[in-house]
């Protein structure tokens, strides 16, 4: 039994490499080495608990991690331990303890908010003279997106029924800009996860524009006990 759990919290920016899901934790488990918050020979060993995997090429704000520790710690102590040793591209935005038996952290995620800048070109076959706005048409198409009760996802296999609509895992869209979209997506433990990928494709589907993400920054995760605004 772990004698302590620490709720980290963490910011990604871009300078962080890509690293698959398998690196991610070889490198982290190099960080608690180097930090001394790991003991391989101990009876029970220090673990994170990452709160939900983070895709190539998205930053983020306040990402969520678990870490247990086989030997209490004051909260100083482990700030600066690993205020140092983070991986490359990461930072300790804060951290506090909580309950050693609360449930996986990973089953605790439901939502992600996320800002998402995207390059806007005109719809198929028209003029840009004769052309709305792009804001206006991506309200007109948010709006269309968010009264759907089907989304297919894109690329989804036939015959995937439920897993294969995108509209269950879209809480809210919202226009910044003609070139920045805010969107808050679901964590489903039985439909998975929606992307901001998938749905500037399905925007992009339903008003004819252009639309490719350029960056995806994920604002923060919201946990169950949690109450997104």
């Known amino acids: 039994m772990p004698a302590q759990r620490w709720r980290l919290i963490l910011a990604r920016t871009g300078a962080a490499p890509d690293l698959s899901q398998r690196e991610l934790m ?19 060993l220090t673990r994170f608990v990452p709160g939900a995997p983070i895709p190539a090429g998205l930053t983020a704000d306040r990402e969520p991690a678990d870490l247990f520790l086989p030997v209490a710690r004051p909260a100083p102590d482990v700030r600066r331990r690993l205020g140092a040793t983070v991986p490359s591209g990461y930072r300790l935005v804060e951290l506090h303890d909580v309950w050693v038996g609360e449930p996986a952290l990973p ?17 198929a076959g028209a003029g840009r003279d004769r052309t709305p706005p792009a804001d206006d048409r991506l309200r007109e198409g948010v709006a269309v997106l968010l009264a759907a009760t089907v989304l297919e996802r894109p690329g989804a296999r036939p015959g995937r029924g439920t897993a294969g609509n995108l509209r269950p895992l879209i809480e809210d869209i919202r226009v910044v800009s003609d070139h920045e979209l805010w969107m808050r997506l679901r964590f489903d433990p039985t439909l998975g996860t929606g992307r901001p990928e998938e749905v500037v494709a399905a925007l992009g ?25």
């Not at 070889?26 to 029970?44: F, I, V």
């Not at 589907?205 to 605004?229: F, K, Q, Y």
């Open 26 to 44: 070889a490198a982290w488990t190099a960080a608690l080495d180097e930090a001394g918050l790991r003991d391989p020979r101990a009876e029970t």
């Open 205 to 229: 589907a339903v008003t004819g524009l252009a639309l490719v993400a350029t960056r995806r920054h994920r604002e923060r995760l919201w946990l169950r006990d949690e109450r997104p605004r």
């Open 107 to 123: 089953g605790l995620v439901v939502a992600g908010d996320y800002c998402v800048d995207v390059d806007v070109g005109p719809p």
